[in-house]
């Protein structure tokens, strides 16, 4: 029997062929998803650096890499040089040690294998945690790591019982979505740190108390912190200095006072050429500080799985805003991106969210600082990011706590912020000499971004399903309202109208249990 005959007759570990049609790069194949479990069939699903197949159907590919299968192919292996020896052939050198799939001739037979997901979409945030998976495997703790990537998916669009796959052990869930945590943990899909806790390598202690707020249910916690990006005040001190001003505002009757005194004629030709404010018409800066400020006085938008404005200070803080951008003079709507904005010299203050700082870096006139406050201080965090670990086995879900603790120990390598849009959550990351390094790079107060995660508030209640595109329109209509001066109640109602029209009460009892 000749050896391409032999390698035709071992079938290959993933289904897709034989040995001898291994694709440079290997990585595993993946069954079909049915049609109900996606909202398009996924009719293939190799890998993207390999066979595209999934994209060429038309469908979601599911990209899951996998260098550690070593015992199936050690076995193989094995059992290819035994007959090759009986047959007198020598093996080929295709298929010699040095030449097998990454890893293989390393893994330790003994080592525990666990999947970790990631989208492929972001490369930034796919290089970081290959990197990271890199060091992990080499720490010595017995767990090999293969990844699952989801290709042309956007969170944002897709909700998480819609997603063809999840990863076997470890994927990241996000709290904006308004249910994700709840819905996980009552299907039992995965499981709360607590039974992982105390632990010395990792506290809760290490994160802000808010921030375990969104993941925290039924007196559980159902995930660690990984990224947030409240909004924060950015101001331009050298502009504050000239008008004897030492601090930015501490209240929001402060930051009109301000802004009043700001703007300004600076040329003499009679036209305002410097102002108070900038307000970007293209993002949501009246709607999120708006609803911080709800947040502040103990308000809420969302009561009883329903968007509501019934709170007294809904009103107020509508019209604080509709009578700052329309009556004080002091602010100028510019709907020019953020990073094209902050080039100009012409605005005192602006609120931004977190993941557009990087784009005053380098700029030592420019400083942050919390947002004012009504009340409380309370920031409207647009998002937090969080690992969580599925249900399996006993020895599966300590080997994803220890990837888990890894992905959050205090000396993990510093992402940059296009990875997240936003900054990692541990207390300490401010003390290290890699973020002092990049803090030095401007602008001043940094570690505002970090420090203001302490008072971050997620939108709401956690069993509201569809919370996030409920809240796309909600929040457009408020500031929407706003820039066309219009009074609050003939906002309010169509707001939470169309809002509840989207989102809906979730019923775990009526889900389809789409993951097996």
Same mark, same amino acid.
């Given at each position: ?66 260098? @550690? ?102 994927? !990241? ?12 943990? /009552? /299907? ?29 249910? *039924? ?26 001003? =030492? ?49 502040? /006085? ?11 404005? *019934? ?13 700052? !951008? ?13 990073? =094209?904005? !902050? ?47 599925? @249900? ?19 000396? !993990? ?17 401010? *003390?290290? =000499? ?63 109208? *169309? ?18």
């Amino acid at each position: 029997m000749s050896w391409a005959s032999l390698t035709s007759l071992v079938p290959r570990p993933d289904g897709l062929g034989s040995l001898g049609t291994q694709p440079k790069n290997y990585h595993t194949g993946l069954r079909a998803i049915p049609e109900r479990d996606c909202l398009r069939r996924v009719t293939h699903a190799f890998c993207a650096d390999c066979w595209r197949e999934g994209e060429k159907r038309g469908g979601h590919a599911v990209v899951r890499h996998n260098n @550690q299968r070593s015992v199936f192919l050690a076995f193989v292996l094995a059992t290819l040089i035994a007959v090759s020896r009986a047959s007198g052939q020598e093996l080929p050198v295709a298929l010699q040690a040095g030449n097998l799939p990454p890893n293989t001739a390393a893994m330790s037979p003994s080592s525990v294998e666990i999947e970790v997901g990631t989208l492929g979409g972001n490369k930034g945030l796919a290089d970081w945690v290959s990197n990271e998976i890199s060091l992990f495997e080499k720490s010595g703790q017995g767990v090999t790591v293969r990844t699952v990537a989801l290709d042309g998916l956007e969170r944002d669009i897709y909700p998480i019982e819609t997603l063809p796959q999840l990863a076997e052990n470890v994927f !990241v869930i996000r709290s904006e979505m308004g249910y994700e945590p709840w819905y996980l943990a /009552k /299907k039992r899909l995965i499981v709360p740190i607590n039974r992982f806790l105390p632990d010395p390598e990792l506290s809760t202690s290490d994160f802000y108390d808010a921030l375990w707020e969104p993941i925290t249910l *039924e007196g559980q916690l159902w995930g660690v912190p990984l990224c947030s990006r409240p909004d924060v005040l950015i101001f331009n001190r050298l502009i504050f200095r000239e008008e004897g001003i =030492e601090s930015p505002p501490q209240s929001w009757d402060d930051f009109v006072s301000y802004a009043r005194r700001l703007t300004k004629d600076r040329d003499g030709d009679g036209q305002i050429d410097q102002w108070g404010v900038r307000i970007d018409s293209s993002e949501f800066i009246i709607a999120y500080p708006l609803i911080s400020m709800i947040f502040q /006085k103990g308000g809420q938008v969302i009561r009883n799985g329903r968007y509501s404005l *019934e709170d007294p200070v809904c009103e107020e803080a509508y019209n604080f805003w509709k009578e700052f !951008v329309n009556s004080s003079g002091a602010c100028k709507i510019d709907g020019r991106d953020f990073s =094209e904005a !902050v080039r100009d010299n012409h605005y005192a203050m602006q609120i931004v969210h977190t993941r557009n700082v990087q784009w005053a870096q380098r700029r030592s006139d420019l400083q942050l600082a919390y947002l004012p406050t009504w009340g409380k201080k309370v920031s409207f965090s647009e998002t937090n990011l969080y690992w969580a670990i599925r @249900q399996s086995t006993p020895e599966k879900e300590k080997a994803s706590w220890a990837f888990v603790k890894w992905m959050s120990r205090r000396d !993990v390598s510093l992402p940059t912020q296009s990875i997240f849009r936003g900054w990692p959550c541990r207390k300490d990351f401010v *003390e290290r =000499e890699d973020f002092r390094n990049l803090a030095r790079k401007g602008p001043m107060d940094f570690d505002v971004l970090f420090r203001a995660q302490e008072f971050s508030a997620d939108l709401g209640e956690q069993t509201v399903m569809h919370r996030l595109q409920a809240f796309d329109g909600f929040s457009k209509a408020l500031q929407r309202g706003v820039l066309a001066n219009q009074e609050f109640a003939s906002v309010a109602g169509p707001a939470v109208r *169309e809002a509840n029209a989207i989102c809906e009460r979730l019923s775990v009892e009526d889900a389809d249990a789409i993951y097996k």
